[in-house]
């Protein structure tokens, strides 16, 4: 028999207690989201209703709800103040979900859809073999004119684009995020367009949530989705935000019954906590993500790593990258196997050649700490073990930005 409980703890003293983690698309979890993912609300349902079901009237399918619908309540609540949005939805499952909620609001059958393509940093799940293929809506999908040397959609070409294709919806929103959008000319050219602005905040939410990378919907997005796990130090989740009330109906239409039923009500306390988390916090976290990102990429860059776009300051976000030629001439190694070399001195990064500070941030490194993990980094490449000195780096770090407990 295979003991579970025992594989958890292994990964617990080896992930959460012995290494540094640099995924941007991961973050740590305070024992107060903990408490909420392993508590009663785990087994539980709520079913909000106000009408009739099969012929019958109920005020809430379910009983015994009344503090789960108290706790969505005040996520909502939570969300709204940190995005500005007038709605919020705690429900999806994922981001992915809720970039399926965002297209099922925003778009009819054979609309067609602008992205930034997956070869430019775009979400995957955005490519016309994945999402778009299973909604039944037949869309269209073309991609956003991308500045490679400078890593942003190029808004001028992008402008002329919308007002000549007259999309349905303009997507914005990556998994490679580096820089903000430069919104309101897109916003002019959508308006003129009569498009929609979808904004995919995954990687950035935390960073938009603490004032430090830009505000989407105030500077014209429609919609607003994202992950709730990334920069944003929630559990796995999906958000889904907007301010205009058509949106807000054509979504709410699509939930139940169809994109999900039960939203899985410990996973929604453990956001909203999550989300009370940065609504007292993110003003101090979210700059010191991107300060340490920022000091990461110049002590790499210094270091001889091959990391993209000094001219433009590397980032603007809590991601790094790394040039996949310059690792093979620079290391003779792949991105995998770069990742793999890492792992084995407990530093963690991905496979796709992205550094992130959101956890270790999370865990109150400065500066400081940026350059002695770039230097740990560098004595790795050169074919030398640090696991120890990983595990005395981690030794000092201690969650920040928290409640106590």
């Known amino acids: 028999m295979v003991d579970i409980p025992s594989l958890v703890d292994r990964h617990e003293r080896w992930r959460a207690e012995s290494c ?26 709520t079913l909000p209703w106000k009408g009739d079901i099969h012929g019958a009237r109920v005020e809430n399918a379910y009983g015994g709800t009344r503090y789960l619908d ?17 709605h ?53 999908i073309d991609f956003l004119p991308f500045q490679e040397d400078a890593w942003r959609v190029d808004t001028a070409k992008a402008v002329r684009k919308v007002r000549a294709a007259k999309p349905d919806l303009v997507l914005l929103g990556a998994s490679f995020l580096l820089f903000p959008y ?7 050219a959508a308006t003129d367009a009569d498009a929609l602005i979808g904004y995919d905040g995954s990687h ?59 939203a899985h009500w410990n996973r929604i306390a453990g956001v909203a906590q999550a989300l009370a988390e940065a609504e007292a916090f993110g003003h101090a976290y979210a700059p010191q993500v991107v300060r340490n990102a920022k000091a990461l990429a110049r002590a790499l860059d210094e270091r001889g790593f ?12 809590h991601q790094i ?28 990064v991905d496979a796709v050649a992205r550094i992130g500070t959101n956890e270790v941030t999370r865990l109150g490194a400065t500066e400081k700490e ?34 106590p407990v």
């Not at 430069?182 to 002019?188: F, I, V």
């Open 306 to 317: 091959p990391v993209r776009f000094q001219e433009h300051g590397y980032t603007e976000s």
């Open 88 to 140: 919020a939805s705690l429900r999806p499952l994922s981001g992915h979900v809720a970039g399926m909620l965002l297209l099922l609001a925003a778009c009819k059958k054979g609309s067609k859809v602008l992205i930034v393509d997956a070869a430019h940093g775009g979400y995957d799940g955005y490519m016309p073999e994945y999402i778009p293929s299973i909604l039944g809506l037949g869309l269209k």
């Open 70 to 86: 108290e706790i969505e309540l005040a996520g909502e609540a939570l969300a709204g103040r940190l995005f500005e949005a007038e």
């Open 370 to 403: 940026m350059v002695e993990i770039a230097d740990l980094m560098e004595t790795v490449v050169r074919g030398k073990s640090v696991k120890e000195d990983v595990l005395a780096l981690r030794s000092r770090l201690k969650l920040s930005y928290a409640f």
């Open 20 to 45: 540094l983690n640099l995924q941007p698309s991961e973050n740590l979890v305070s024992p107060q989201v903990k408490r909420a993912l392993g508590s009663d609300l785990a087994g539980r349902y």
């Open 182 to 188: 430069d919104m309101a000319p897109l916003r002019d």
């Open 321 to 348: 990258h790394l040039d996949e030629a310059g690792l093979r001439k620079s290391f003779r190694m792949t991105p995998q196997e770069f990742s793999t070399v890492m792992e084995a001195s407990n530093l963690i």
């Open 204 to 262: 950035v939410l935390g960073l938009i949530a603490g004032g430090a990378f830009q505000r989407p919907l105030p500077e014209g997005a429609d919609l607003l989705v994202g992950s709730t796990h990334k920069s944003l130090f929630g559990p796995q989740g999906g958000l889904f935000l907007c301010n205009r009330e058509d949106l807000w109906g054509r979504a709410r239409e699509k939930m139940l019954w169809r994109l999900f039923d039960n």
